[in-house]
């Protein structure tokens, strides 16, 4: 399992925290240190379409009107911290967020 994130997000931490827990094996994948290769960004935009990025981030805010109305990929590839975090890899499916919906579907 990986889970894709950058170390200084909450969410992230908590997730992984959980996951070890429940006796998970898990790798983190900072994206921050290690940019998302334009294959996984392809993979995360087919599996989540929009919803792959913040919108309600400061890095979102700080964007200029033309770098939002940029393709996904561009957008993710330019600022790697625009994906919503975090995303897990349980090897067989992507899961994103650490809402009520994947931690029933993960610590179950």
Same mark, same amino acid.
């Given at each position: 399992?990986?889970?894709? +994130?950058? $170390?200084?997000?909450?969410?992230? $931490?908590?997730?992984?925290? &959980?996951?070890?827990?429940?006796?998970?094996?898990?790798?983190?994948? @900072? /994206?921050? &240190?290690?940019? *998302?290769?334009?294959?996984?960004?392809?993979?995360? /935009? @087919?599996?989540?379409?929009?919803?792959?990025?913040? $919108?309600?981030?400061?890095?979102?805010? +700080?964007?200029?009107?033309?770098?939002? #109305?940029? %393709?996904?990929?561009?957008?993710?590839?330019?600022?790697?911290?625009?994906?919503?975090?975090?995303? /897990? @890899?349980?090897?067989?499916?992507?899961? *994103? +967020?650490? +809402? %009520? @919906?994947?931690?029933? #579907? *993960?610590?179950?």
């Amino acid at each position: 399992m990986i889970l894709y +994130g950058i $170390r200084t997000c909450d969410r992230c $931490r908590k997730a992984a925290k &959980a996951l070890a827990a429940a006796g998970h094996s898990l790798s983190f994948r @900072d /994206i921050r &240190a290690e940019p *998302l290769s334009a294959a996984e960004r392809g993979r995360f /935009i @087919d599996a989540f379409a929009g919803k792959i990025v913040n $919108r309600a981030s400061a890095t979102w805010r +700080g964007l200029a009107d033309e770098q939002k #109305a940029e %393709p996904t990929g561009a957008q993710l590839a330019a600022h790697p911290t625009l994906m919503k975090r975090p995303v /897990i @890899d349980t090897g067989t499916e992507l899961l *994103l +967020g650490w +809402g %009520p @919906d994947v931690q029933d #579907a *993960l610590l179950k």
